[in-house]
């Protein structure tokens, strides 16, 4: 039941996404339940001990740290709500530390391969799935956003008259980012061409299926995923590497990097820093291709 109350705080009142709270979910059910069949203990009787033997578990099974570190979060975030309810007494989180684990630094495509793609007649024709295949692509790397605020997206969120999309992001804060020229007409001749299909019922949602149906997050997944095989040989192909795409090419064209965290909607600048690391790697590659000392 505690979890039941601090999924639906998530989705009520901090507006977590359904992908988000599904992960909060799995997190603390896997907790509850090995708390269960070790302790013989529900979730709230949980103490120091018995997180730390549950860390040291997770570990001993080949949990990466990353994903321990995540299932730490999560606990301490369930913890803290129920001091607030006064569920508990305390929380067993207080004395855990998470393991340390290294960031990886975001895997981008360089932006000459994605032009070439994009601009490709071989791989797009007028066709409505195929417009709506390179839309999909498209407003992913001329504006940054993440799969969750591109399946939202509605019609009504393009504003033609001043060449921007309004996103909701996490949290369902808003955001407004300037589309590109090029972005702006291949919105206009997607949104007529839908007008065209006969679909048996209509949605709001700018990105559909050939059905008519509102895209899911499988689906843009894997469109986005069958393209970028065509131009990238690296194991990620994912909706998320145009957005790295996008930031990392900002950045290298003298972008703000307050900026790129405004037009990425992060809540803070370290998230964005990342960015920076990709940028030194390309500078010392440059320097060892172009210095004769190097």
């Known amino acids: 039941m505690a979890i039941e109350i601090f999924l639906s705080y998530l989705a009520n009142e901090k507006r977590y996404s359904p992908h988000t709270i599904l992960s909060y979910k799995n997190d603390l059910c896997q907790f509850r339940d090995y708390l269960l069949t070790t302790f013989e203990l529900n979730i709230l009787e949980a103490q120091y001990v018995q997180v730390r033997d549950y860390i040291v578990h997770l570990m001993d099974n080949g949990t990466g740290a990353n994903s321990v570190s995540r299932k730490m979060s999560a606990l301490r975030s369930f913890y803290k ?9 305390s929380s067993p989180m207080a004395q855990i530390r998470s393991p340390k684990a290294a960031k990886p630094l975001p895997v981008f495509i360089d932006d000459k391969k994605l032009d070439q793609l994009l601009d490709s007649e071989v791989y797009f024709n007028p066709t409505f799935s195929s417009v709506r295949d390179k839309l999909i692509l498209e407003v992913l790397f001329g504006t940054g956003m993440r799969l969750a605020e591109l399946i939202a997206l509605k019609d009504s969120d393009v504003d033609f008259y001043q060449g921007s999309v309004k ?3 996490k949290g369902d804060k808003q955001r407004i980012i300037p589309l590109p020229k090029p972005l702006i007409v291949l919105l206009k001749d997607f949104i007529d061409l ?5 679909f048996d019922n209509k949605t709001e949602a700018l990105i559909v299926t050939d059905k008519g149906k509102a895209a899911s997050r499988p689906f843009i997944y894997s469109t986005v995923k069958s393209y970028l095989t065509y131009v990238s040989t690296q194991d990620k192909k ?4 145009l957005r790295h795409s996008y930031a990392t090419s900002l950045l290298n064209r003298g972008a703000d990097l307050n900026a790129i965290k405004e037009l990425l909607g992060h809540a803070s600048l370290a998230s964005t820093e990342v960015y920076t ?18």
Request: proline share 5%; hydrophobic share 35%.
């Open 238 to 241: 994912s909706p998320h590497v």
């Open 194 to 198: 839908k007008t065209l299909q006969i």
């Open 81 to 89: 709500h129920n001091l607030r309810l006064a569920m508990v007494t």
């Open 277 to 294: 690391h990709n940028s030194i790697e390309r500078l010392k590659t440059i320097y060892k291709q172009a210095h004769p000392k190097a």
């Open 167 to 169: 996103v909701r992001g």
